[in-house]
């Protein structure tokens, strides 16, 4: 009976075996879907990475052509201040001028000023020279005709 025992035991144990091994497939079935379904999420996570590395390679290059347009706007902006620069010292010179111009104006209308006062003068000495010429003619005239001058 020993040898039955021992078939029955090893019956008993390549059962137990068998038993272990099914467990042990159903293990590995269910780690292999676990591993599955690690793959499938490692995939997706992938699949999300590199839609991010797109997302940040437009935003790089989004921020780039942002870069170039502020630069832009920082040239006309010091173009402009440039711009601005030469106008007020136009405008500077232009003021000069014009308080030039202002001065000048103001001593020629000094100067007409003073050349209607000598006109008018002038034209009174007219005025007493055509007098006194239109005297001298008639004194002249009478001396001509024979009559001797009276007395003014």
Known sequence: MADEDRL???EEVV???LQVARE???VNRQQD???NS????AREHNQVARQQNERLNALAQSSRESDERLNTVVELVRSHDESIDELREAQAN???KIAALADAQIRT???MANLSNKMAELAAQQAHTDERLDALIDIVRESREGRPPQAS
């Open 94 to 96: 232009s003021e000069r």
């Open 38 to 41: 690690l793959l499938q999420v």
């Open 15 to 17: 059962a137990s075996l």
């Open 8 to 10: 029955t035991r090893m």
């Open 109 to 111: 209308d000094e100067a």
């Open 33 to 35: 879907e676990q591993i």
């Open 24 to 26: 042990q497939t159903q």
